[in-house]
């Protein structure tokens, strides 16, 4: 029974985090929103149906995604046409697959991936945040070379050790009064700003605790 419920607990930590992050990857394809919590409910609720007729788990994958995608689907109604034509397949067309190559299947998703490569945002990332673009072309490599619950995996990984990195590294910068104002700046963007005799102004891009307080020191 523990097993039963760690595994189901684990596979749908993934199959909730793969789902909102296709759903939110061709959300910025075609400029909508994607409401995670909406999401949620609609796997909660198929998963749910879906267990009484020992239906498999439900999610969102990215590769039959990206196949409806780049096919021209418009609406949910494709699911429908889907359905029919995995059931037709499954009843009369199996036998036919069973000299297929693997590489033919995976050649079909392969070419329908990679409409979907944004490489100008790639780009735009490497020239903000190398770390973000790390972060990036780890899920990419991870996606492509083991699965999708890899890449994720790795980028949620990259992601939270970020996080960490900044809290416990925060960017302290020594503050100047403007001239003739109450404002204080960045020196080293205000060259003109001058410092409080007496008084050093830090400011600190991040909360205090004890993970940053020797640094901070230091």
Known sequence: MGTAIKTGLIIGIIALAEGIA???????FK????????EMIAFGT?????SLTSCYL????????????NAGCKTAASNIVMSIAVML?????????????????????????L??????????????????F??????????????????????VALSVL?????????RTFVLGNIPNSSAYRNVEHYPNAHHVPGILILEIDAPIYFANASYLRE
């Open 22 to 28: 296709v759903g939110r990857s061709f959300a910025m």
């Open 31 to 38: 400029n909508y929103h994607i409401d995670g919590n909406k």
């Open 46 to 50: 198929m998963n749910m149906l879906g």
């Open 58 to 69: 439900t999610t969102g994958p990215f590769s039959r995604s990206a196949v409806n995608y």
């Open 89 to 113: 397949t499954l009843l009369f067309l199996t036998p036919l697959f069973h000299y297929t190559p693997l590489v033919v299947l995976a050649a079909i998703i392969v070419s329908a991936m």
């Open 115 to 132: 409409g979907l490569i944004d490489y100008q945002a790639a780009i735009h990332l490497w020239k903000i945040d190398k770390f973000d």
């Open 134 to 155: 790390l972060v990036c072309f780890s899920a990419y490599i991870g996606v492509v070379f083991g699965s999708v619950e890899i890449g994720l995996v790795i980028a």
């Open 162 to 170: 970020r996080v960490l990195l900044f809290v416990a590294r925060p």
